[in-house]
Structure formats: structure tokens, C-alpha cells
T-cell receptor, first 115, second 114 residues
Framework: DADVTQTPRNRITKTGKRIMLECSQTKGHDRMYWYRQDPGLGLQLIYYSFDVKDINKGEISDGYSVSRQAQAKFSLSLESAIPNQTALYFC??????????????FGDGTRLSIL | AQSVTQPDIHITVSEGASLELRCNYSYGATPYLFWYVQSPGQGLQLLLKYFSGDTLVQGIKGFEAEFKRSQSSFNLRKPSVHWSDAAEYFCAVGARESGNMLTFGGGTRLMVKP
């Protein structure tokens, strides 16, 4: 089983709809992240959470919200989806106590298309 | 703030030829440096990482990278490319001081000619 699992893997929806992307991890890491990938831009950080009670905005948080339901679960929501949020979304985890030996671990991504 | 530049958006090499992908970073302290590979439809797979010590780092799949502090570079190399190496490659920089936050370059798409 994958250490970092994202659901769904693919989603097509319409403008204005509310979307939730889910991420769960079995690595026991405190830190979780949501990234967005667009061609030519690499990965950009949307939100990150250092523990269940700590949520922080990343570079491009506008239009997104997150929920850290438990150490193992971190959800990303688009309250009212718009076409320029069409992208590939990645969840990642890291363990700060072993920062020098464990770089961020990534899920396989969610491809989101908004029509 | 840290930043990463991958100057080459696309690179095409012939199978069996050598490869070098460029990565330049900007960061005040000694950074942690990473190379990831992303095959079509897949997530990111870590190829190699540099934290300290020997500046020539060996990774998986026959890749290596060299940290050059004077040039603020961390270029990825492979002596002989295989068709299965065709993918997108991302360089990233992080540091303990920034909470292990990674900043990614824009990526280099590698195509391999038969």
C-alpha cells in the first residue's frame, strides 16, 4: 500500500461546484502539505500543516481551504471551483525530527479538470 | 526567500548519450537539495538528495549530482541515457531553518531519441 494516498485520482467538474480532495498517510508524519502543479511552473505550495492544530497558507492559497481532521488526514477544498484551478494536485508529508534524512514524500496526485 | 531555477524547459538527447540537467538555487545558508523525477501520470520519485558532506551525490537509476557552492548549482548527470529516462525532472531546495519547506524549480522535460 502507498504511504501517501490521494483520492480521487481524477476528477472532472463544473465551474462553481465545491470540490474536496483527500489525502491520508500511514507514515506517522506530523507535517502535511498540498501542492499544485502547472506546466512550466513546477510545484507551488497551497497550504501546509505542522500538526493537527497548525494550518498555514502557502504561496497560492486564495480560492482554497484545508482541514486537518487527524494526524493522518489532510483535505483540500475548492469552495467554488473555477477553470484556472484546473491542475494536478499533490499531497506530501515530512517528519521534522528527521528532516535531514526524510525529504517530503508525495502521493500520486489528483488530476482536477474544471469545465 | 529561497528560489530554484531550471534554465532548460525541454531537452532532447539520443539514447546512450550523456545527460546534464541544470539547476541553480538561491538561498542564504547551506541548503538541502533534491532531484525528483516524474513519469507521465505518476507522482514524484526522489532520485537523490544532498544535505552535507561529499558534494558528489549518487542516486537511483544511475543518476548523480554535484553540489557546487561557488556556482549555487546542483546539476544532475547521467553518463548514458536510456529510453525509460524520458520524464520530467524537478530540482528542489529546502532547509531546516525554513521548516523543511521545499521550493521547486519549473522542471525540465527530457525526451530521448532512439
Amino acid at each position: 500500500d502507498a504511504d501517501v494516498t490521494q483520492t480521487p485520482r481524477n476528477r472532472i467538474t463544473k465551474t462553481g461546484k465545491r470540490i474536496m480532495l483527500e489525502c491520508s498517510q500511514t507514515k506517522g508524519h506530523d507535517r502535511m502539505y498540498w501542492y499544485r502543479q502547472d506546466p512550466g511552473l513546477g510545484l507551488q505550495l497551497i497550504y501546509y500543516s505542522f500538526d493537527v492544530k497548525d494550518i498555514n497558507k502557502g504561496e497560492i492559497s486564495d480560492g482554497y481551504s484545508v482541514s486537518r481532521q487527524a494526524q493522518a488526514k489532510f483535505s483540500l477544498s475548492l469552495e467554488s471551483a473555477i477553470p484556472n484551478q484546473t491542475a494536478l494536485y499533490f499531497c506530501a508529508t515530512s517528519d521534522p525530527d528527521r528532516a535531514a534524512s526524510l525529504p517530503q514524500h508525495f502521493g500520486d496526485g489528483t488530476r482536477l479538470s474544471i469545465l | 526567500a529561497q528560489s530554484v531555477t531550471q534554465p532548460d524547459i525541454h531537452i532532447t538527447v539520443s539514447e546512450g548519450a550523456s545527460l546534464e540537467l541544470r539547476c541553480n538555487y538561491s538561498y542564504g545558508a547551506t541548503p538541502y537539495l533534491f532531484w525528483y523525477v516524474q513519469s507521465p501520470g505518476q507522482g514524484l520519485q526522489l532520485l537523490l538528495k544532498y544535505f552535507s558532506g561529499d558534494t558528489l551525490v549518487q542516486g537511483i537509476k544511475g543518476f548523480e549530482a554535484e553540489f557546487k557552492r561557488s556556482q549555487s548549482s546542483f546539476n544532475l548527470r547521467k553518463p548514458s541515457v536510456h529510453w525509460s529516462d524520458a520524464a520530467e525532472y524537478f530540482c528542489a531546495v529546502g532547509a531546516r531553518e525554513s521548516g523543511n519547506m521545499l521550493t521547486f524549480g519549473g522542471g525540465t522535460r527530457l525526451m530521448v531519441k532512439p
